[in-house]
């Protein structure tokens, strides 16, 4: 059983950072590739950042692009999101998910379907 566990989460000012992290169990960590969604409320989970296995692959929210960074550390089994000038809108439960098939070369998951396992989430709240 995947198990993904968020943290780092935090209420920051507008045009602060934050670092969120993800603690894999469950699976060999380095064969998968790995994402950050993020939900508003009364909104849809949304795509936010993913990385291929062995994270030479990213691809982000256009919304997010060039303020945040998806990395991984696979001695570690954890994902990292570096949040940079953040916004207001940023505001949002976020969530780790892991792909649910083995990864295969240029096929980066980025929709919801893509991944199978997901964590419960860690809130960010980001003032004006």
């Known amino acids: 059983q995947v198990q993904l566990v968020e943290s780092g989460g935090g209420l920051v000012q507008a045009g602060g950072s934050l670092s969120l992290s993800c603690a894999a169990s469950?699976?060999?960590?380095?064969?998968?590739?790995m994402g950050w969604f993020r939900q508003a409320p009364g909104a849809e989970r949304v795509f936010v950042a993913a990385i291929s296995p062995g994270g030479t692959t990213t691809d982000y929210a256009e919304s997010v692009k060039g303020r945040f960074t998806i990395s991984r550390d696979n001695a570690k089994n954890t994902v990292y999101l570096r949040m940079n000038g953040l916004k207001p809108e940023d505001t949002a439960v976020y969530y780790c998910a892991a792909d649910r098939r083995a990864y295969r070369v240029g096929t980066l998951p980025v929709t919801l379907g893509d991944f199978g396992y997901w964590g419960q989430g860690t809130q960010v709240t980001v003032s004006s």
């Open positions: 469950g699976r060999t960590f380095e064969n998968y590739a």
